[in-house]
């Protein structure tokens, strides 16, 4: 996802979409350690995007 397209979502679906994606990201380290995923770039794919929508949710809590 684009930061472009991260900005255009509204403030209260960022956050509830921040917390869809940090699940998401536990189960996959949880997956990892049971047995290896066939592509472990999801790992830092996810952590990027995390970090992506916190990054704008704060954009739009400074700029209020």
Do not use: D, F, G
Not at 38 to 63: D, S
Request: overall charge positive.
């Amino acid at each position: 996802m684009k930061i472009a397209e991260i900005r255009q979502i509204p403030a209260n679906e960022l956050a509830e979409r921040v917390e869809t994606e940090v699940a998401k990201y536990q189960q996959l380290l949880l997956n990892h350690s049971v047995s290896p995923l066939e592509n472990p770039a999801q790992i830092k794919a996810a952590r990027r995007t995390i970090a992506q929508l916190k990054t704008v949710l704060r954009e739009y809590e400074l700029n209020k």
